[in-house]
């Protein structure tokens, strides 16, 4: 079983339509999540980061964590065309020497149509 | 340059052959951070700096795989004896803070072994 999961889509929504990404993880003791962006052939690039229950909204991203569920979410109001990317879904490995070492999920390709 | 820099950002190398990876991270920043992605997966995580101090290793897929911070800032990673399975885009990220709270990534160097 894969630390980190994520559906890999694609996911098409229609352009200004709300975009749910989900994720969920198997490490009971992570305390960060995070979202990055990955634009095909680009790197990774952070757009929210999470660390307790509930929502955290910034502009049109919203992210959600149930710890109890080991579940993590993002939501994208009024997606844009741009909005076209994977979203990759990163936990903090508890057991990792440093404890700063990420587990990225695959991935969920998102496809905003116009 | 304001952004993570890593060179070369193609490499192509025959089987057996040592290659080098340069990370040039942003100034100032105190942790860096190397990933392996193949294609269609998430970045795995390789090792950690906190600045000149090598404090995780633990993803380093064996020993053929080394890196150095000398001096705290430029970073190099080694593979010796490159297997086709090392084959992948190696990605560089740095942070401001010793936490993994916010990576700038750099575009990564794509090593194709043949």
């Known amino acids: 079983q894969k630390e980190v999961e994520q559906n890999s889509g694609p996911l098409s929504v229609p352009e200004g339509a709300i975009a749910s990404l989900n994720c969920t993880y198997s490490?009971?003791?992570?305390?960060?999540f995070f979202w990055y962006r990955q634009y095909s052939g680009k790197s990774p690039e952070l757009i929210m980061s999470?660390?307790?229950?509930g929502d955290k909204e910034d502009g049109r991203f919203t992210a959600q964590l149930n710890k109890a569920s080991q579940y993590v979410s993002l939501l994208i109001r009024d997606s844009q065309p741009s909005d076209s990317a994977t979203y990759l879904c990163?936990?903090?490995?508890?057991?990792?020497?440093?404890?700063?070492?990420?587990?990225f999920g695959k991935g969920t390709s998102l496809l905003v149509t116009p | 340059g304001a952004g993570v820099s890593q060179s070369p950002r193609y490499k192509v190398a025959k089987r057996g052959q040592d290659v080098a990876l340069r990370c040039d991270p942003i100034?100032?920043?105190?942790?860096l951070f190397w990933y392996q992605q193949a294609l269609g997966q998430g970045p795995e995580f390789l090792t950690y700096?906190?600045?000149?101090?090598?404090?995780?290793k633990s993803g380093l897929p064996s020993d053929r795989f080394f890196a150095e911070r000398p001096e705290g800032s430029v970073s190099t990673l080694k593979i010796q004896r490159t297997q086709q399975e090392d084959s992948a885009v190696y990605l560089c990220?740095?942070?401001?803070?010793?936490?993994?709270?916010?990576?700038?990534f750099g575009s990564g160097t794509q090593l194709s072994v043949l």
């Open positions: 990220a740095s942070s401001p803070t010793a936490t993994n709270e916010k990576l700038f």
């Open positions: 490490d009971r003791g992570s305390q960060s």
């Open positions: 999470i660390y307790s229950n």
């Open positions: 990163a936990v903090t490995a508890s057991n990792s020497n440093s404890g700063y070492a990420l587990n």
């Open positions: 100034s100032g920043h105190v942790s």
């Open positions: 700096f906190q600045n000149e101090a090598q404090l995780d």
